[in-house]
């Protein structure tokens, strides 16, 4: 059929038939076009996935427990507020451009005004995440500042809820730096208190300094409540942690050497530790002993009553048990050479571990008596230049008793009573020398002022003079031996 033979009425109709079906389809075309663009919002259902960012978070909690990442647990939090910030930030971004291409892309949007429509992705998003950025900061609009009524809303809801994002991020991360290091922090908060207490006392200045110096050897600069830590956890936690901190001084001290296991843990947990500076005082001679002290590391001089040194003690010895064992005073002070880190047994803890391992009391006992003995010979070439005196006599008795291989039993030895063993035999040997004391030969300055010493006091009254000088043990039946009464 030809153009030219069809009836104008027919091609009207047909015109506006097609017309409106054309018109029909262009709007169903576009409506779907619209509800396509709305249907890309359900992809935004694929960002629930960001969430398994908490799972992440939990692993490496997990991993700092595992791994014992303390040091760099503050770190990685501060990483992870950064990294919360930079995804806050991505949303807040692409929040920035799903609105003005929903509406698509108007002129007056700031994707419009920046001509960035048809720019690459990695260009669009930068600008984006800029604009995010800048309102999250508060330091401006980003390039240009709205012009639309939906760019100025999102710009208010974007500034409003980055502030308080960047506010929370500041503070979280004030908090985690001051908790980088709390026992240095706590340090210099007790060092402050100290030197204002020091202020207000009026200190001398070398005090002062000798306080400070202390303060910095005793803590090295951290802070640790170490008592309420320890006293926290559960009694095999708390021992199997003391065993550890304390395995240096029990590998250098050959009295826990060969010891029981049991024993060198029921002490090592009774330990207190201690420092001294150079020149302290440890031990005051004629003082109780309420302490015995082991040397972690240091230098200490035992000092007669006349100033002399006569010996020094280092890393790996002990002292001052033989008042413990016996309860009298003091026969020598102790004073620190240098720094001297010491832990320290006080006289109830000695003696309620003693008691449950008799072998190791008989052992201390030996080693108190060569301590004796070597302490008496430094007397005896002292008052070899004064003549013989009471302590001259004593000397030369329990030099004699300290060989003895009766009274130096050997550790392994188990039987017997531990308190009798030693004890008993140092106080019949003296008695029996003193006794005698009358039949030992003397030089001729010695028996002068032996003589001296007999006309001033009897023998009876010396040897009780001399069974006082002993040491006196705790139990009763062995204080009667002491005192001159049968037991």
Same mark, same amino acid.
């Given at each position: ?19 409106f079906?054309?018109?029909?389809d262009?709007?169903?075309?576009l ?105 999250m900061?508060c ?25 308080t ?19 240095? @922090? ?23 300094q ?13 802070f640790?409540?170490?008592?309420l ?46 420092v ?9 001679e ?5 302490k015995?002290?082991?040397i ?13 040194v ?31 880190? *010491?832990?320290s ?11 449950q391992?008799?072998l ?34 004593f000397?030369?008795? *329990? ?16 039987e ?31 028996s ?18 001399? @069974? ?5 043990p ?14």
């Amino acid at each position: 059929m030809r153009v030219q033979c069809v009836p104008q009425g027919v091609l009207t109709s047909n015109f506006l038939i097609l017309y409106f079906q054309d018109f029909s389809d262009s709007f169903q075309i576009l409506h779907a076009g619209r509800a396509l663009r709305i249907l890309r919002l359900a992809k935004l259902l694929s960002l629930v996935r960001l969430l398994r960012l908490s799972r992440l978070v939990r692993y490496v909690s997990q991993w700092e427990e595992v791994y014992f990442l303390n040091m760099a647990s503050v770190f990685m939090r501060i990483f992870n507020l950064i990294c919360m910030m930079l995804l806050i930030g991505h949303w807040s971004g692409c929040l920035q451009f799903l609105v003005p291409m929903l509406q698509g892309f108007p002129s007056n949007s700031w994707v419009a005004i920046n001509e960035l429509q048809e720019a690459y992705w990695l260009e669009q998003y930068s600008w984006a995440l800029f604009k995010a950025m800048s309102h999250m900061l508060c330091i401006g609009y980003g390039r240009f500042p709205p012009q639309s009524l939906t760019d100025m809303w999102l710009t208010m809801l974007s500034m409003i809820s980055g502030a308080t994002c960047y506010a929370l991020f500041l503070g979280h991360a004030t908090n985690l730096i001051q908790s980088l290091d709390s026992s240095r @922090r706590q340090y210099r908060e007790k060092v402050k208190q100290v030197e204002e207490y020091m202020a207000y006392r009026k200190l001398p200045r070398d005090m002062r300094q000798r306080i400070t110096e202390y303060f910095e050897h005793r803590y090295q600069g951290k802070f640790f409540d170490e008592e309420l830590i320890l006293g926290e956890l559960s009694e095999k936690l708390r021992e199997d942690v003391i065993n550890y901190n304390c395995r240096s001084l029990v590998a250098s001290v050959p009295f826990f050497a060969n010891a029981d296991s049991n024993f060198v843990s029921d002490v090592v947990t009774k330990l207190r530790y201690e420092v001294f500076q150079p020149g302290d005082i440890i031990i005051k001679e004629g003082t109780i002993g309420s302490k015995m002290y082991f040397i972690q590391e240091g230098i200490v001089d035992i000092v007669m009553a006349n100033g002399e040194v006569a010996t020094s003690l280092s890393d790996g010895s002990y002292f001052g048990e033989i008042c413990l064992l016996t309860n009298a005073r003091r026969v020598a002070s102790v004073r620190a050479e240098t720094y001297c880190n *010491l832990f320290s047994l006080s006289v109830d803890h000695f003696n309620a571990v003693l008691d449950q391992y008799p072998l190791m009391r008989k052992t201390m006992e030996t080693v108190a008596a060569e301590r004796y003995s070597m302490w008496f010979k430094q007397i005896q070439s002292n008052n070899n230049k004064q003549g013989l005196t009471q302590q001259r006599i004593f000397c030369l008795r *329990l030099n004699k008793i300290g060989k003895n291989p009766n009274i130096m039993q050997q550790k392994d030895d188990g039987e017997g009573n531990a308190d009798s063993n030693t004890i008993s035999a140092v106080v019949n040997a003296l008695a029996a020398e003193a006794e005698q004391v009358n039949n030992i030969s003397f030089s001729s300055d010695e028996s002068e002022s032996l003589k001296k010493i007999n006309s001033d006091m009897s023998l009876n009254e010396m040897t009780q003079s001399l @069974r006082m000088s002993l040491p006196r043990p705790k139990s009763g039946e062995f204080r009667a031996l002491f005192e001159g009464n049968s037991p």
